[in-house]
C-alpha cells in the first residue's frame, strides 16, 4: 500500500528513523580508508567531495554521517517520499531528482550546493541497473571540479529484499565493513568518450570496493589500518567545506592502486 497523505508519510518517516537509529546502532562498523581525510568528521578534513556508493547500502551513510554537512540525491517517485524525510531527520540535506525525473534540475541544485556542501549520489538509482554506474556524478566532478570518493559498504551475512537493487538490510550485532577510496579528481571539458572512460574506471572501482568490503565483512579478518568508526556529527565541516582541499589523485592512479588496470604486459599480450 502506498503512503500519499502528509501526516501517514510524516508518521512513518519518524517511526522509520527511530528503528534505523535503533538496529544500525548495534552493529561493528570498521573502514579501511584510502586517504582518513576524505571523512567529515576527521580533523584535517578540506574541500568539499562527492562521495557515491550504491543504493542498497544506504542505511550505512545514513546512519553513521548525519549532520556532516551533506547532501543527498534522492528520486522525485513518491516511493523515495519517507526516504526522503528519513534522510532530513537523520541530518542530510536532501535533492530531489534522477536521471529518469528532473535530472537536470537536480544536477543544476547540486551544482549550486557545491562548494560549500559535500554531495552524495547513488549512481545506480533510483531504478538500476543495480551496480551500473550513471555519469552524472562524474559530470559533475569534472564540471565543478569537485573530487569524487568511492566508498564501498558490506555486511555480515544480511538480509536481501527482491528489489532491483537487492536492497541489503545487516542482522543485528553482525558486521559492516567499509573500504574507501581517496579522492579522485575528474579532468575538465571532457569529450563523450573521455567521459564514458572516467565513468567506467569509477565503476570499476566502486564495484571492486564493494566486493572488498563485503568479503571483509563476511571474515573475522583484519585489515592494516582499519579503523573504527562510530555514528557522530562533523563538528567542522560546514566551514572546511569552504576551504580550498586537495585535488585529489586520477582515476587511473586508484585503479593501479587496486591492481584494476592492466600492465604493460597484458597490454602486449596477443588474444587468445
Known amino acids: 500500500m502506498k503512503l500519499k497523505s502528509s501526516l501517514a508519510i510524516g508518521a512513518t518517516s519518524l517511526l522509520s528513523t527511530a528503528c534505523i537509529r535503533q538496529w544500525m546502532g548495534t552493529l561493528d562498523y570498521r573502514v579501511d580508508f584510502g586517504d582518513p581525510t576524505v571523512d567529515p568528521v576527521h580533523p584535517e578534513y578540506r574541500g568539499s567531495k562527492i562521495y557515491v556508493f550504491w543504493h542498497e547500502n544506504i542505511l550505512l551513510p545514513l546512519y553513521l554521517r548525519g549532520h556532516s554537512n551533506i547532501s543527498m540525491l534522492l528520486s522525485r517517485h513518491h516511493d523515495a517520499d519517507i526516504l526522503a524525510r528519513v534522510a532530513v531527520l537523520m ?25 560549500r556542501e559535500n554531495l552524495t549520489i547513488t549512481p545506480d538509482g533510483p531504478r538500476g541497473p543495480r551496480r551500473r554506474l550513471a555519469p552524472g556524478c562524474v559530470f559533475l566532478a569534472s564540471t565543478m571540479r569537485i573530487p569524487i570518493v568511492t566508498m564501498g559498504f558490506g555486511y555480515e551475512r544480511p538480509w536481501r529484499l527482491g528489489t532491483w537493487d537487492r536492497f541489503a538490510i545487516p542482522r543485528p550485532w553482525s558486521r559492516a565493513r567499509g573500504v574507501v577510496s581517496r579522492p579522485m579528481y575528474v579532468p575538465p571539458d571532457l569529450d563523450r568518450d573521455a567521459l564514458e572512460q572516467q565513468r567506467s574506471g569509477v565503476e570499476r572501482l566502486l564495484v571492486h570496493l564493494s566486493d572488498e568490503a563485503e568479503s571483509w565483512a563476511g571474515s573475522r579478518a583484519h585489515r592494516p589500518g582499519e579503523m573504527l568508526v562510530r555514528k557522530e556529527p562533523s563538528r567542522h565541516a560546514r566551514n572546511s567545506a569552504l576551504v580550498s582541499g586537495p585535488a585529489g589523485v586520477s582515476v587511473d592512479d586508484e585503479l593501479s592502486r587496486f591492481g584494476l588496470l592492466p600492465t604493460a604486459c597484458q597490454l602486449d599480450r596477443p588474444a587468445a
Open 91 to 115: 541530518g542530510f540535506g536532501v535533492v530531489r531528482g534522477s536521471t529518469f525525473k528532473g535530472g537536470s534540475a537536480a544536477l543544476r541544485e547540486l551544482a549550486g550546493r557545491a562548494g
